[in-house]
């Protein structure tokens, strides 16, 4: 209910194409759009499936044909694909440099240790001749 009447407060011709008198169907576009707005709204974009998106746009297209001026409902939509479509591509960036920084810290951890090697050789090395080494 509060769905419907924030609807129709910020979008008061959203209904004024809708030419069915049926009460069962109205209900039914409108159960219909607030299934919309719920599966869309509720999740994180990432949550929803390139299959939940067609099926949303799916469902818009229906509610459209019904007569309900619903363009603001499908530019969230795109919005939301484009949200998702960001979030992907951010994730594969991140993955990306995750691995590149594993890469550069075990090269780091390997030149640590054959800095460590050269120290205990040079060590090694850097000791005087002790007199019984003469003879």
């Known amino acids: 209910v509060q769905f419907v009447k924030r609807i129709f407060e910020k979008y008061p011709d ?3 194409k809708f030419h ?4 069962y169907l109205k209900s039914a576009y409108m159960n219909l759009l607030l299934g919309i707005i719920e599966t869309l709204c509720q999740q994180q974009p990432l949550e929803l ?3 939940d998106l067609h099926e949303a746009s ?3 297209s229906i509610v459209k044909k019904g007569g309900f ?10 919005q939301l694909k484009e949200k998702k479509k960001q979030v992907e591509t951010g994730q594969s960036r991140l993955q990306q440099m995750e691995d590149e920084m594993q890469k550069y810290n075990q090269k780091c951890l ?3 240790a054959l800095m460590e090697k050269e120290k205990a050789d040079v060590s090694a090395a850097n000791v005087a001749i002790s007199f019984d080494d003469v003879f």
């Open 14 to 16: 959203f209904a004024s």
């Open 20 to 23: 069915y008198e049926n009460r």
């Open 49 to 51: 499936s390139d299959d």
């Open 58 to 60: 799916v469902a818009i």
């Open 69 to 78: 001026e619903v363009d603001w409902l499908e530019k969230k939509l795109e």
């Open 110 to 112: 390997d030149l640590k």
